[in-house]
């Protein structure tokens, strides 16, 4: 698959994450994490000619709402919804739309309003998406709900196929915790032991609630455009999007009988794939990451999936450091989603700025140093994962 012409992001903005009832409404986070992308570009709401805006829990045409909040142009507003992959389908859509040239700047929104508690569907009166997954699943405690079942599952996959410890998850979240120590954006900042990780409340062996990410509340935007629209409007072109593959289940996922393909390790394989072609580059070349981390024993699953270690070692890449500052790859560093929170519709946008902000060299006490290039992942269940490669352009603002 080709990918074409150059895309910029021109401008990244993010309201902190909350507990949900802790922060504002959809509308409000949606609306004020807009402005802060627009201010971040350095362009008024006038000049964005497409916007799409994702969302899980809502009524339709919940991105209206929010857009309107900042202006009333008359541009379309598609609202997009792919599970927890949300945020990152709507800077897809927005991406290809520059890139085809069907415009020339667009913006992606992502917002959730959640309510506490673990995620359940909405209707009951009808086929759940999660059937076949469910479905494909070994027997097991319904109280434990399908989705803790499943990233739990693919853990014990990992730890059967290769004697991997619950300990080893339960330093995921460890690491977790000391990265979000240095994000303003992130709802737990306080550090965390391995044994207080293991020591808490069960949910879907090997899970426990450490392991576990929060329900969230929060948004994130982005600006993209063309290098023409940049140039001809005094914006910064430091950040383009190199290459980006979006993909969902093949057969295997649910004929396979790893339990590691029904929480989308094969959509992630295809996905990195196409993107390390797209760009010719290697995972080795890569040296921050940001992944989908909403349980830990995802994370470990997905070092592999992406490339980052090879198969049946992510333990070992775990325990030895390399996921981490002073190792081979930063993963990560907001705190991911088991610290900065998880938002479904904000979080792959959420991703976006956070490595945005590494390739302009602005993120702080984040900072992974002379980094060029930084890869993306979020995963939908159902199913959807988009990863997408950053790479910083000559100087950087």
């Not at 390390?276 to 010719?280: I, K, R």
């Not at 994962?385 to 490669?389: D, G, H, M, N």
């Given at each position: 698959?080709?990918?074409?012409n ?8 993010m ?11 959809y509308?409000?986070?949606g609306?004020?994490?807009?402005v802060?992308?627009l201010?971040?570009a ?7 000619q ?7 829990y809502g009524?339709s045409t919940?991105g209206q709402v929010a ?8 541009i ?7 599970n ?6 709507a800077?897809?859509l927005a991406?290809?739309?520059?890139e ?8 992606a929104?992502?917002?959730?309003q959640?309510t506490?508690?673990?995620l ?6 009808r ?16 109280a ?12 014990l ?8 410890s619950?300990s080893t998850f ?6 977790a915790?000391s ?9 737990f900042?306080s550090?965390l032991?391995?044994?207080?990780v ?11 609630r ?13 600006v993209?455009?063309t290098?023409?629209?940049a140039?001809?409007?005094?914006l910064?072109?430091?950040v383009?999007?190199r290459?980006?593959?979006m ?14 393909e029904?929480?989308?390790?094969g959509?992630?394989?295809q996905?990195a794939?196409?993107v ?5 580059v290697e995972?080795?070349d890569?040296p921050?990451?940001?992944l989908?981390?909403?349980f830990a ?15 049946g070692?992510g333990?070992?890449?775990v325990?030895?450091g390399d996921?981490?500052?002073?190792g ?7 705190g ?5 929170g998880h938002?479904l519709?904000?979080t792959?946008?959420a991703?976006?700025?956070?490595l945005?902000?590494?390739l302009?060299?602005t ?13 993306q ?7 959807a ?5 950053y790479?910083?352009?000559?100087t950087?603002?």
């Open positions: 698959m080709a990918f074409g150059q895309v910029v992001v021109a401008g990244v903005g309201v902190p994450f909350t507990k949900p009832s802790a922060g504002a409404s509308d409000t986070m609306s004020d994490a807009t802060l992308a201010s971040d350095g362009i008024d709401y006038s000049l964005i497409q916007a799409y805006v994702g969302w899980v009524d919940a857009l309107y909040r900042v202006g009333l142009s008359g379309p507003i598609v609202n997009v919804n792919n927890c992959a949300t945020g990152s389908t800077l897809f991406r290809q739309a520059v085809s040239g069907a415009v020339d700047c667009a913006l929104l992502g917002f959730e959640m506490p508690g673990a359940r569907e909405t209707f009951h009166d086929t759940s998406p999660m059937t076949a997954l469910s479905d494909a699943l070994p027997p097991g405690s319904e434990d709900g399908v989705v803790a079942r499943l990233f739990g599952g693919a853990g996959e990992h730890m059967e196929r290769y004697g991997t619950a339960a330093k995921i979240a460890v690491k915790r990265h979000a120590a240095n994000n303003p954006y992130a709802v900042r550090p032991t391995v044994e207080e293991l020591a808490s409340a069960p949910v879907s062996d090997p899970l426990t450490l392991m576990s990410c929060p329900p969230t509340c929060g948004a994130a935007a982005a993209v455009c290098p023409e629209f140039a001809a409007h005094g910064s072109a430091a383009t999007i290459a980006q593959a993909t969902t289940d093949r057969a295997e996922t649910f004929t396979s009988g790893d339990r590691r029904l929480v989308g390790a959509m992630t394989r996905a794939r196409q390390y072609e797209q760009a010719g995972p080795t890569i921050v990451v940001e989908h981390d909403c024993t995802n994370e470990l699953i997905s070092y592999e999936a992406l490339g980052l270690t090879p198969e070692t333990a070992a890449f325990d030895d996921n981490t500052y002073g081979r790859v930063v993963t990560n560093p907001s991911g989603l088991l610290s900065k938002p519709g904000a792959g946008l991703q976006c700025a956070e945005v902000w590494q302009r060299g993120a702080g006490a984040r900072q992974v140093e002379g980094a060029r290039l930084a890869l992942h979020n995963i939908g269940l159902g199913g994962a988009v990863v997408t490669l790479e910083r352009q000559g950087h603002r």
